[in-house]
């Protein structure tokens, strides 16, 4: 099970995370920042795993952002690194070759695509074309629901 995922710059800079079991704010604050510093520190060649505190700690860098997930000790490190890349290749899927600002300006996408794959810590979903339908549905419902809105406030419903 997940414990929290987050994703950040080569910069240190935070774009999204998602807390799947309840910390303190202050307790998050001091883990994304030992993170941060400890994954930043590291040599390239290294292996993408390790260990901090009671959990272990799976990473793995695309581009400019690094994608940290923070798993139980008795989970596969692997398992979780395909769940990375899965969640990275549904990203490129949907943005077209994602990038950082890509997940800066639309992260309640990249939030709803992680939700479509992962709820509660645990693998929800591993086909990519069921996520992708899902997500295009709620794309199409949202869009729908704009050209309503913009109907009524010009007195045409």
Request: hydrophobic content about 45%.
């Amino acid at each position: 099970m997940w414990q929290y995922i987050m994703l950040f710059s080569r910069q240190g800079k935070v774009r999204l995370q998602k807390w799947y079991n309840a910390y303190a704010q202050k307790d998050k604050k001091k883990i994304t920042r030992d993170l941060i510093s400890m994954i930043l520190s590291r040599k390239p060649k290294m292996c993408s795993f390790l260990e901090y505190k009671d959990t272990k700690v799976v990473y793995k860098r695309y581009a400019s952002l690094y994608f940290v997930v923070a798993i139980e000790p008795g989970d596969n490190e692997l398992i979780t690194l395909e769940v990375i890349h899965r969640y990275v290749e549904l990203l490129d899927k949907y943005f077209g070759n994602v990038c950082e600002l890509d997940i800066i300006f639309n992260f309640e996408k990249a939030f709803f695509i992680l939700d479509e794959l992962v709820i509660a810590g645990e693998i929800q979903e591993t086909s990519k074309k069921r996520v992708i339908n899902a997500i295009q549905a709620q794309d199409a419902l949202q869009e729908d629901g704009e050209i309503k809105q913009a109907l009524e406030e010009m007195g045409l419903m």
